[in-house]
């Protein structure tokens, strides 16, 4: 059971250092992005702002355009 519980060992390794990027749209994008969405948290009523803010990552995350050739392309 050496091998088995040397590769459990890396495996929760690997998801502790990376896990993150699976389940948390910020992860992955651009600072200025995050930023720019938490400076506009002050507009969004107290109560509402992580949910606001967690979809509003999300769909920035879904819907973003991986290294776009032409900016005119982003739509």
């Known amino acids: 059971m ?3 519980s040397d590769l ?4 929760t390794d690997n ?4 896990g993150s990027e699976l389940t948390d ?3 992955d994008l651009p600072r200025p992005v995050v930023e ?3 400076r506009l ?9 992580e949910t606001v ?3 509003v990552l999300g769909l920035v995350h879904e819907y973003r355009i991986e290294n776009p050739a032409d900016p005119t392309e982003q739509e």
Do not use: C, S, W
């Open 41 to 49: 948290m002050l507009f969004i009523q107290p109560e509402a702002r």
């Open 25 to 27: 749209a910020v992860a």
């Open 15 to 18: 998801m502790y250092e990376h």
């Open 8 to 11: 459990d060992k890396k495996l």
């Open 36 to 38: 720019t969405v938490d």
């Open 53 to 55: 803010r967690n979809q």
């Open 2 to 4: 050496g091998i088995l």
